[in-house]
């Protein structure tokens, strides 16, 4: 298996564009997270979605933030307008709910996002 | 004014010592915790999880120690080598008291620094 995959890897963009980062979540697996890196605040839980369907969106720090997962195999997080406060690594991961011997999350290898 | 960044503890260790990295949580209702290692440029990668009902679990030269009544983990990790620097991670859930909680709650971190 490929793992989880993200794309970009990496996005510079100017403030005020609109940004959306991809993941392929590992096949079979039915939970999936977008978690935020930054120096300042470490690694915060965005939104995460089970069987498609968003469960938890509390870490969504504004509007401007919207995660969409229009099937098993695709999940995108956009933001719009962006501004250079979001600039930050953004993990995509996922994880079978049905492995009760534990809640082992796969991660992507992150899209480092640069707003200017 | 100038943002101050996330300062994290650091642990520095000669090849071949044994590692021991601490994480303490606050959330009481937490059952179940996960070591997870970053490398740079990385996603976080599993390494060993444990849940309440356990005091104590050993994998493949790691050893995570769970204390409840401080609310405190700790990772071992025996004979360190050059490959395990990286930043560690606890992450805490509340997952097995029901409700199909998948939440992770990150820790702020460790950098270890193995010397060769």
């Known amino acids: 298996d490929a793992g989880v995959i993200q794309s970009p890897r990496h996005e510079v963009t100017e403030m005020g564009q609109e940004v959306t980062l991809r993941c392929k979540p590992i096949s079979g697996h039915d939970y999936l997270f977008w978690y935020r890196q930054t120096m300042m605040r470490g690694l915060e839980l965005l939104i995460y979605f089970n069987n498609n369907v968003p469960i938890d969106d509390s870490g969504m720090p504004e509007d401007r933030f919207s995660a969409k997962m229009p099937n098993a195999s695709f999940s995108t997080l956009k933001i719009q307008p962006s501004e250079p406060r979001d600039s930050a690594v953004y993990f995509c991961a996922s994880s079978l709910s049905l492995n009760r011997r534990g809640l082992e999350t796969f991660f992507g290898q992150g899209t480092r996002l640069t707003v200017v | 004014g100038e943002s101050v960044g996330l300062h994290l503890p650091t642990l520095s260790v000669q090849e071949g010592d044994n590692s021991i990295i601490n994480c303490a949580y606050s959330n009481s209702a937490s059952d179940y915790f996960i070591w997870y290692k970053q490398e740079s440029g990385k996603g976080p990668q599993f390494i060993i999880d444990?849940?309440?009902?356990?005091d104590k679990r050993q994998g493949q030269r790691v050893t995570v120690l769970l204390n409840k009544t401080v609310k405190h983990l700790s990772l071992q990790i025996a004979a360190t080598q050059p490959g395990d620097s990286a930043v560690y991670f606890c992450?805490?859930?509340?997952?097995?008291?029901?409700?199909?909680?998948?939440?992770?709650?990150f820790g702020k971190g460790t950098l270890l620094t193995v010397n060769p």
């Open positions: 444990i849940r309440s009902n356990m």
């Open positions: 992450a805490e859930a509340p997952w097995l008291s029901g409700g199909s909680n998948y939440k992770l709650t």
